[in-house]
């Protein structure tokens, strides 16, 4: 069975957040979906890294309903000091 992946990025400059989604389909065995299951280390890690970075101003939400998997991330735009010469 094949894929479907779905990426997207999104700035909104109302609330100042940078928005990151990937959705994709999950395999099938025989037929079933797999279980849902919460992701292992590298999702921790990656949690780890947007708090150390942004702390509370970052979160990300991962869905796994067995058929889908989604992953938000949701990150402050930091702009840098433009300096003129």
Request: charged share 25%; net charge negative; proline share 6%.
């Amino acid at each position: 069975k094949k894929s479907v992946i779905d990426v997207a990025l999104r700035v909104d400059e109302t609330d100042g957040t940078i928005l990151f989604t990937c959705k994709n389909t999950m395999p099938c065995s025989v037929g079933k979906p797999l279980p849902a299951v919460q992701g292992g280390i590298g999702v921790e890690n990656a949690r780890k890294r947007l708090e150390l970075l942004f702390g509370p101003r970052a979160n990300m939400h991962i869905n796994n309903d067995g058929e889908w998997y989604n992953v938000v991330i949701k990150i402050p735009v930091c702009y840098d000091e433009v300096l003129d010469n």
